[in-house]
C-alpha cells in the first residue's frame, strides 16, 4: 500500500538546539520529496525538497538529507526558535510523468521549549 | 503575488446536504489539487486538475467530484454529506503537472458536517 510514515509523532527540542525530524517511505520509485511545515489554522508551507538524483540539500537553516539505499529522509533544523513550532510532514510525488500526486506522512510535531 | 485563495474559510453544514468549495491559484499556476485533512487519516490526495483536465484521482467516493475552469480557478463538490466527510479542505497549486512540481497550499476550508 502507500505509506510515508514519521518515526516519532512529537518532539520536543530547547529552542538554540537543532532538530532532526526523520521520514521512512516505501515507494522505492519516487523521485520528488517534499518538507511541509504546517501552524495552527494554516495550511502547509513549502519548507525544501530534494529530487532522487540528490544525496542532500541546504536551504536557510535547513538541511533535507536523503539515503535511498534504506528510504529515508530526515529534515534538520539548525539554532531551533518557538517560531519553528509547528507540525512537519514529509511527502513524496509518486504521479506518473505527467500528473502530480503527494502522499504524505502523518507528521511530527515539533515544540520548542524557551 | 497573492498566494492561493480558499473560500469559504468555515462551512457547517447537515447531514445530506453538499457543498460547494473554491479555490483560486497562485496567478500562472496551471495545475490545482485537492487534499483532505483529518486527524484520524492526515492529509489524503482527492484529485488534480490541469488544464481543465482531471489528470488523477484518489481513493474518495463518487460523491466527491470537482472541476476546473479556464481562468485555473477550481471547485470542488460534496453530495450528500455524511458525518465522516468533516474536515480540512486543502487546495494546492503549481505551475504545471508532474512529478518534480512544488506544490503551495492555500489555508483550508474548515467543512463541519453536523
Not at chain 1, 510523468?97 to 524557551?114: A, C, H
Not at chain 2, 468555515?10 to 485533512?37: A, D, E, F, N
Not at chain 2, 479542505?89 to 512544488?102: F, I, M, P, V, W
Amino acid at each position: 500500500g502507500e505509506s510515508v510514515g514519521l518515526h516519532l509523532p512529537t518532539l520536543s527540542v530547547q529552542e538554540g538546539d537543532n532538530s532532526i525530524i526523520n521520514c521512512a517511505y516505501s515507494n522505492s520509485a519516487s523521485d520528488y520529496f517534499i518538507w511541509y511545515k504546517q501552524e495552527s489554522g494554516k495550511g502547509p508551507q513549502f519548507i525544501i525538497d530534494i529530487r532522487s538524483n540528490m544525496d542532500k540539500r541546504q536551504g536557510q537553516r535547513v538541511t533535507v538529507l536523503l539515503n535511498k539505499t534504506v528510504k529515508h529522509l530526515s529534515l534538520q533544523i539548525a539554532a531551533t526558535q518557538p517560531g519553528d513550532s509547528a507540525v512537519y510532514f514529509c511527502a513524496e510525488n509518486r504521479g506518473s510523468s505527467n500528473t502530480g500526486k503527494l502522499i504524505f506522512g502523518q507528521g511530527t510535531t515539533l515544540q520548542v521549549k524557551p | 503575488k497573492a498566494g492561493v485563495t480558499q473560500t469559504p474559510r468555515y462551512l457547517i453544514k447537515t447531514r445530506g446536504q453538499q457543498v460547494t468549495l473554491s479555490c483560486s491559484p497562485i496567478s500562472g499556476h496551471r495545475s490545482v489539487s485537492w487534499y483532505q485533512q483529518t486527524p484520524g487519516q492526515g492529509l489524503q490526495f482527492l484529485f488534480e486538475y490541469f488544464s481543465e483536465t482531471q489528470r488523477n484521482k484518489g481513493n474518495f467516493p463518487g460523491r466527491f467530484s470537482g472541476r476546473q475552469f479556464s481562468n485555473s480557478r477550481s471547485e470542488m463538490n460534496v453530495s450528500t454529506l455524511e458525518l465522516g466527510d468533516s474536515a480540512l479542505y486543502l487546495c494546492a497549486s503549481s505551475l504545471y503537472s508532474g512529478t518534480n512540481e512544488k506544490l503551495f497550499f492555500g489555508s483550508g476550508t474548515q467543512l463541519s458536517v453536523l
